[in-house]
């Protein structure tokens, strides 16, 4: 139970980061995330996850930080002392959340369910907050990566693990592409000046 | 394994397409990429036609390998609109970039194994790939292309991303990765497991609100991949929605009255802003919301008639929305232009394509005797069958469908029948569409034309199926 406990701080801070952070300190405290990830599956003794997660989950971020050194890095959309309110008020709402619907959590899973619903919410604030590809980015990672530890809640998941993390890697290149794509037409990849067409 | 082929044929196509185009020999690599689909679907109507390999035995519920004959029908129309559109790519686009037709023959592919996946892996795996390789196709033209691939990326990767969180809590809590076995969940998790699947699918069908990237999308994207994906990789995203909703929990009743009120909201918004739009390829786009939203409101009646209308209705959608796109796409190939108050005059110019398109807008309106017409009749139907609200919210779809027929309305008095004497004057000169874009839009006008009259084709098989999706 210490371990999760530890575990969770640790991938609550790392994905807080990304909220604060440019996107290519981003990407290291992505990084940071899944790192964690890895070890608490080794810590679970679900091998095959982690090895893949291990090595399949570095790419995405070295891909992004491949990418935003031939882009100028947007500006974060608010000030520390903004999105540090904005972090603790979804981490609070997000636990509130957790705690009126704990019925529906395993019995078994009851502080790994809380932790999923408070990464849920920072990966809501962190697509809400974004003001470039990559941050939306960052928000859809850390959505696979729910995916990632709730799979682990289960036998016979390396089959969709390894799925998941490779569209992992694509998505990022994707995304690294359209971003760098992005920066040669527009010479930015700030959302605000991205506004040309309005759906 | 037939089946196997004719998804993997034109993967195989894509690969010699793009090695050819490095080659440098571009036309033999064109001639590779429309022999791919081609080829798939002969294999596709023989193997079925004869009953072999796993089109053998397929005219009963019984699920043996998750396929039913519903399955194999939408594939077979996902793979005839892929080759027509693929054919007709040949007359459209000119100095192709070598990515355009492997990236359009994966999601041909991709849309097919979508459509067949009784895995929920599997399922994930095609619909990741056809957003993936649909974001390249969305960007070709590059310019405002990108800014519109930008959101598609974006949206539809939150769509994806959702929409596993679902395949995953479905596959926890049933532990099995077979749609076919997955069992009635308990009420709590179903709810939370629909939702995420309806956010997340919903997204890719562009439900309203998460619509966004639908009207950049499909007007910047080259007209053959609009087509294809306003047509063929929603209709077919929404039955993989309407098969997992039902797996989950075929009787949440506020769930599907959530998609029910959704619907209808998804049909207003996308009936309202085409008939304030301008430009030709965005007033479809937002046309093919609104047909989103008449599928969706057939998942949200949730009864068993209303199950195979809205299974017959993606069939007619695929039909009929490919049918308008190309038409569209004929105009501005012929005429250079897109805004509805520049053109005029073009049913004496362009007839053949003239009478594609006003079939194709009558049978999205739902006019008899077109095959648009029978399908929403169903749902419109369904929707009193069900009774409760659900009478009022058809009601208020049906009022809702009118500003599109409005629509369509002022694009047949500009577009085709109005006589500019400024353009009569200048000359107004219609370029030469071959045949490769002619021939396309007369074969879906007749099977517009003949699933209207002979809707029995079909509509058998659905109705067996769409009753066991709800046992």
Request: with cysteine; aromatic share 12%.
């Given at each position: 139970?210490?371990?999760?406990?530890?575990?969770?701080?640790?991938?609550?801070?790392?994905?807080?980061?990304?909220v604060?952070?440019?996107?290519?300190?981003?990407?290291?405290?992505?990084?940071?995330?899944?790192?964690?990830?890895?070890?608490?599956?080794?810590?679970?003794?679900?091998?095959?996850?982690?090895?893949?997660?291990?090595?399949?989950?570095?790419?995405?971020?070295?891909?992004?930080?491949v990418?935003?050194?031939?882009?100028?890095?947007?500006?974060?959309?608010?000030?520390?002392?903004?999105?540090?309110?904005?972090?603790?008020?979804t981490?609070?709402?997000?636990?509130?959340?957790?705690?009126?619907?704990?019925?529906?959590?395993?019995?078994?899973?009851?502080?790994?369910?809380?932790?999923?619903?408070?990464?849920?919410?920072?990966?809501?604030?962190?697509?809400?907050?974004?003001?470039?590809?990559?941050?939306?980015?960052?928000?859809?990672?850390?959505?696979?990566?729910?995916?990632t530890?709730?799979?682990?809640w289960?036998?016979?998941?390396?089959?969709?693990?390894?799925?998941?993390?490779?569209?992992?890697?694509?998505?990022?290149?994707?995304?690294?592409?359209?971003?760098?794509?992005?920066?040669?037409?527009?010479?930015?990849?700030?959302?605000?000046?991205?506004?040309?067409?309005?759906? | 394994?037939?089946?196997?082929?004719?998804?993997?044929?034109?993967?195989?196509?894509?690969?010699?397409?793009?090695?050819?185009?490095?080659?440098?020999?571009?036309?033999?690599?064109?001639?590779?990429?429309?022999?791919?689909p081609?080829?798939?679907?002969?294999?596709?109507?023989?193997?079925?036609?004869?009953?072999?390999?796993?089109?053998?035995?397929?005219?009963?519920?019984?699920?043996?390998?998750?396929?039913?004959?519903?399955?194999?029908?939408?594939?077979?129309?996902?793979?005839?609109?892929?080759?027509?559109?693929?054919?007709?790519?040949?007359?459209?686009?000119?100095?192709?970039?070598?990515?355009?037709?492997?990236?359009?023959?994966?999601?041909?592919?991709?849309?097919?194994?979508?459509v067949?996946?009784?895995?929920?892996?599997?399922?994930?795996?095609?619909?990741?790939?056809?957003?993936?390789?649909?974001?390249?196709?969305?960007?070709?033209?590059?310019?405002?292309?990108?800014?519109?691939?930008t959101?598609?990326?974006?949206?539809?990767?939150?769509?994806?991303?959702?929409?596993?969180?679902?395949l995953?809590?479905?596959?926890?809590?049933?532990?099995?990765?077979?749609?076919?076995?997955?069992?009635?969940?308990?009420?709590?998790?179903?709810?939370?497991?629909?939702?995420?699947?309806?956010?997340?699918?919903?997204?890719?069908?562009?439900?309203?609100?998460?619509?966004?990237?639908?009207?950049?999308?499909?007007?910047?994207?080259?007209?053959?991949?609009?087509?294809?994906?306003?047509?063929?990789?929603k209709?077919?995203?929404?039955?993989?929605?309407?098969?997992?909703?039902?797996?989950?929990?075929p009787?949440?009743?506020?769930?599907?009255?959530?998609i029910?009120?959704?619907?209808?909201?998804?049909?207003?918004?996308?009936?309202?802003?085409?008939?304030?739009?301008?430009?030709?390829?965005?007033?479809?786009?937002?046309?093919?919301?609104?047909?989103?939203?008449?599928?969706?409101?057939?998942?949200?009646?949730?009864?068993?008639?209303?199950?195979?209308?809205?299974?017959?209705?993606?069939?007619?959608?695929?039909?009929?929305?490919?049918?308008?796109f190309?038409?569209?796409?004929?105009?501005?190939?012929?005429t250079?232009?897109?805004?509805?108050?520049?053109?005029?005059?073009?049913?004496?110019?362009?007839?053949?394509?003239?009478?594609?398109?006003i079939?194709?807008?009558?049978?999205?309106?739902?006019?008899?005797?077109?095959?648009?017409?029978?399908?929403?009749?169903?749902?419109?139907?369904?929707?009193?069958?069900?009774?409760?609200?659900?009478?009022?919210?058809?009601?208020?779809?049906?009022?809702?469908?009118?500003?599109?027929?409005?629509?369509?309305?002022?694009?047949?008095?500009?577009v085709?029948?109005?006589?500019?004497?400024?353009?009569?004057?200048?000359?107004?000169?219609?370029?030469y569409?071959?045949?490769?874009?002619?021939?396309?839009?007369?074969?879906?006008?007749?099977?517009?034309?003949?699933?209207?009259?002979?809707?029995?084709?079909?509509?058998?098989?659905?109705?067996?199926?769409?009753?066991?999706?709800?046992?």
């Amino acid at each position: 139970m210490d371990q999760i406990v530890l575990f969770g701080i640790l991938m609550v801070a790392f994905t807080s980061l990304i909220v604060i952070l440019n996107d290519k300190f981003s990407a290291l405290s992505f990084l940071g995330l899944n790192l964690t990830i890895v070890a608490l599956l080794y810590t679970e003794s679900d091998l095959i996850s982690a090895s893949i997660k291990a090595v399949l989950g570095f790419l995405p971020p070295a891909i992004i930080i491949v990418a935003t050194r031939r882009i100028e890095p947007a500006r974060p959309a608010f000030g520390k002392i903004a999105a540090s309110i904005g972090i603790a008020a979804t981490i609070a709402l997000s636990y509130a959340t957790a705690y009126a619907i704990r019925s529906v959590f395993p019995e078994d899973r009851l502080l790994q369910s809380y932790l999923i619903v408070i990464l849920f919410g920072l990966s809501i604030l962190i697509i809400g907050s974004q003001t470039t590809i990559f941050k939306l980015l960052f928000g859809v990672l850390v959505l696979e990566n729910i995916g990632t530890l709730l799979l682990s809640w289960s036998y016979n998941s390396a089959l969709l693990t390894l799925i998941e993390e490779v569209f992992v890697v694509l998505i990022a290149v994707t995304f690294a592409v359209i971003a760098l794509l992005d920066f040669k037409e527009y010479g930015t990849i700030d959302e605000k000046n991205l506004t040309r067409l309005r759906g | 394994m037939y089946l196997l082929y004719t998804i993997i044929i034109p993967v195989i196509a894509a690969g010699l397409c793009a090695v050819f185009f490095l080659l440098g020999r571009g036309r033999i690599a064109t001639y590779i990429a429309v022999s791919g689909p081609t080829l798939s679907l002969i294999l596709f109507s023989v193997s079925w036609y004869m009953k072999v390999g796993e089109f053998a035995s397929k005219n009963s519920i019984a699920f043996t390998y998750g396929l039913d004959t519903v399955a194999l029908l939408i594939a077979y129309v996902v793979l005839v609109v892929g080759t027509i559109v693929t054919w007709y790519s040949l007359g459209y686009m000119k100095e192709v970039r070598p990515t355009y037709y492997p990236l359009l023959l994966i999601i041909i592919s991709a849309t097919m194994g979508t459509v067949l996946s009784y895995n929920l892996a599997a399922f994930y795996l095609f619909f990741e790939i056809s957003t993936l390789a649909a974001t390249f196709l969305v960007a070709y033209r590059k310019g405002r292309a990108l800014e519109a691939a930008t959101k598609f990326i974006a949206l539809n990767s939150i769509g994806s991303s959702l929409a596993l969180l679902g395949l995953i809590l479905l596959f926890i809590n049933s532990g099995t990765l077979d749609i076919t076995a997955l069992g009635s969940l308990s009420r709590n998790s179903a709810y939370i497991i629909s939702l995420l699947l309806f956010v997340g699918i919903g997204t890719k069908i562009g439900v309203v609100p998460l619509h966004a990237w639908v009207p950049d999308s499909y007007s910047e994207a080259p007209t053959p991949v609009s087509s294809f994906l306003a047509s063929t990789v929603k209709s077919a995203t929404a039955f993989m929605l309407i098969r997992l909703i039902f797996a989950v929990n075929p009787t949440l009743d506020l769930v599907l009255f959530f998609i029910a009120v959704t619907a209808v909201i998804t049909v207003g918004v996308g009936a309202l802003m085409a008939y304030t739009q301008k430009d030709l390829k965005k007033l479809l786009a937002y046309s093919s919301i609104e047909q989103a939203g008449i599928i969706v409101f057939a998942i949200g009646i949730g009864s068993s008639a209303a199950v195979t209308a809205g299974i017959f209705h993606i069939i007619n959608n695929m039909l009929m929305k490919t049918l308008i796109f190309l038409c569209a796409g004929a105009i501005i190939m012929a005429t250079k232009e897109r805004h509805i108050d520049s053109l005029s005059d073009l049913a004496r110019k362009m007839p053949v394509v003239a009478a594609g398109f006003i079939i194709g807008a009558f049978a999205l309106s739902g006019i008899p005797p077109l095959n648009g017409f029978l399908s929403e009749y169903m749902i419109l139907q369904a929707s009193f069958q069900k009774g409760g609200y659900y009478p009022i919210l058809g009601i208020v779809m049906l009022i809702f469908t009118l500003p599109m027929f409005a629509a369509y309305v002022k694009v047949f008095q500009k577009v085709f029948f109005r006589v500019d004497q400024n353009q009569a004057e200048k000359g107004g000169e219609i370029g030469y569409l071959t045949t490769y874009i002619i021939i396309p839009i007369i074969i879906l006008s007749i099977l517009c034309i003949l699933l209207g009259v002979y809707p029995t084709l079909v509509l058998d098989q659905i109705n067996k199926i769409s009753l066991a999706f709800l046992r």
